[in-house]
DNA sequence: CGGTGCTTTGAGCATACTCAACATCAGTGG
DNA sequence: CCACTGATGTTGAGTATGCTCAAAGCACCG
């Protein structure tokens, strides 16, 4: 296998046109501009699995990735983990409600941000209605992604949630001028499985059977090629529980 | 029973102080004074289960709940629904992504909305910062507690589901001014089901367990009175699975 | 009254979980 | 260079939580 045909993740954002699509690229410009004239927005690196903030921080900082994966997640008070969203170059995160992080924000890989006072970023839309245009924007369509995660969690089975999480991988490549049927999966099975609401086992089990049913096959774990994105996209949405196999 | 003293949902948001909490009222002030100036808001009503909007109809209007709780909800292909929200007065909703709604809006009770046009709100947002920033908050708001519902869509078992949930309407009472502990559930078991990611059945069976051990007592499936909020509390958090019952 | 819709309860089952063993791989030090 | 270690991933066996299917209870309403 030819490794440089890969999409590493790492590498995403360090291209010049980084961000998932149009809107998402429309979302970055306004904030880079002010900056420019403001500086109020100063660049901060993090290696993989480093923390950013922790549930119960006191917030006060919102960051735009510039490079790199970030990792949401909640935790429950006997442990368990519940991924709210993996973010990629051009989202925004830190916005919380109490002045107290309500998550745990984490690099998923080497990761680059931009990081704004709360303060500053107030100040400075207050002047120029763009960036706050811009800002609604990006929060709003992270709340119709976070809409679908409750469908996906709530009324999928082990099967189609996984399926799912794949297909929108492969749109994130695809949209970062990666190719979309190979790529690497940046995350780990505990982390696929915190993020869909199963266990690493079941998480194993679904791959293995997709790759059983010649839907996709392995050259590691973490590498896959999607073979059959059309039954896969069907897996996605249909239960077929009664048939089929 | 004296139905006098239990708070019925449909008169929420007919009272002065209607907000569920200071900063939802806060909310609800930029957009009123400006539709003074502008008049750009048409109030609509609707009866309960009437429908606002469909998933797929395009998009172009943003609404605010003045009376009454809408639900929101998602399907499948094969006709699986999640609620992704249940809301009250002083919320929005209505933003999309593409101009197509991405889910149904219905009124759960009968419902007053102020309706505004994509157009002329962001006009007038543009023309106004405090509007968009309060936009902004209102939308920021609703991200946070979609991502609590993941949490609990992923990690709960259906016992801490149905205790989170009651515990978040005997809250909403609460901020109304009414009767945290003794109140009227205004959506179905189907609807609650829906909501938390069950079925009717285990919602019910749910119920009767929790009536059983005495947190909680009915006059009928839709009027409860919470008997012992902190072992809800716990219930609500902790899995507790090996040992107790 | 007899309908109709919603809710509750029961019995059996299936999907995904738990517990456990084993495989694989990278890093480390003998 | 290879054995050791720890982290990560896969597979198996048995189980439990919540689902399905079915029936009965209950309230509201014509």
Known sequence: MSAATVLRF???????TSCTDVRTAALVTPLREAETNADIGSIVSYRAKEAIYFEGDPAGRVFEITAGIVKLFKLTADGRCQVTGFLYPGQYFGFERNDEHSQTAEALTSTTLRSF???KLERLAGRDPAVQQQLLE???SQLLSTQ????LLGRKT???KLSSFLLRIS????GSGGDGSRFEIPMSRTEIADYLGLTTETVSRCFSRLKDRGLLSFTDARHIT????DRLLALSEEDEGTFAH
């Open 148 to 151: 679908d995660h409750l469908l």
């Open 117 to 119: 006072t709360l303060a």
């Open 158 to 160: 082990a099967q189609e």
């Open 10 to 16: 790492d590498s995403i954002g360090a291209r010049s």
């Open 171 to 174: 749109e994130v490549v695809a």
């Open 138 to 140: 990006a929060v709003r």
């Open 226 to 229: 999607i073979r059959d994105i």
